[in-house]
T-cell receptor, first 113, second 109 residues
């Protein structure tokens, strides 16, 4: 099993553009969460999806949205990019919802210029 | 507000010395506490959780509700313990982790 896979690994975008990040969970895992990690900080929770429904949302503006597909993969979309959106975006999958171990991907490094 | 504090950004110890990585949290209910570790060029992974009361790679952590702490300890550090360590809190009824800012542990030969 390759674990949680994220694509792309690196991305450079211009202010005002839109970006879509992708995540494939571990086979059998139905829960996917997204985190933003700014340099020097711990990961910050953005969204959690379970069985294709949003189960939790962090303190992020409406420019951030996500969805989960029938195969449990997920996309994170960010519109109207700001310089401050530059960060490592982490995806984590879990077999169940609730408090349980999360398996993290390697992340997507987004740079906004 | 829920918060996790890791006061040390960097902790350097010599091989064989004891290690204690500090973690304090603020939450009025019953928390679930975790330690995650990130080795160089690897992904973030679970080290241990308080509910399991287990020892992983020689590390232990005890939840002290009176002091709202969940410090990570190891009696004898090894060079392969060098990594970034994150303390994380999850609150009942939510589906998210609240992470601290992390402590980089360097074990010197």
């Amino acid at each position: 099993d390759a674990g949680v896979t994220q694509s792309p690994t690196h991305l450079i975008k211009t202010r005002g553009q839109q970006v879509t990040l992708r995540c494939s969970p571990i086979s059998g895992h139905k829960s996917v969460s997204w985190y933003q990690q700014v340099l020097g900080q711990g990961p910050q929770f953005i969204f959690q999806y379970y069985e294709k429904e949003e189960r939790g949302r962090g303190n992020f503006p409406d420019r951030f949205s996500a969805r989960q597909f029938p195969n449990y993969s997920s996309e994170l979309n960010v519109n109207a990019l700001l310089l401050g959106d530059s960060a490592l975006y982490l995806c984590a999958s879990s077999p169940l919802t609730g408090i349980t171990e999360a398996f993290f991907g390697q992340g997507t490094r987004l740079t906004v210029v | 507000a829920q918060r996790v504090t890791q006061p040390e950004k960097l902790l350097s110890v010599f091989k064989g010395a004891p290690v204690e990585l500090k973690c304090n949290y603020s939450y009025s209910g019953s928390p679930e506490l975790f330690w995650y570790v990130q080795y160089s060029r690897q992904r973030l992974q679970l080290l241990l959780r308080h509910i399991s009361r287990e020892s992983i790679k020689g590390f232990t952590a005890d939840l002290n509700k009176g002091e709202t702490s969940f410090h990570l300890k190891k009696p004898f550090a090894q060079e392969e313990d060098s990594a970034m360590y994150y303390c994380a809190l999850s609150t009942s009824g939510t589906y998210k982790y609240i992470f601290g800012t992390g402590t980089r542990l360097k074990v010197l030969a």
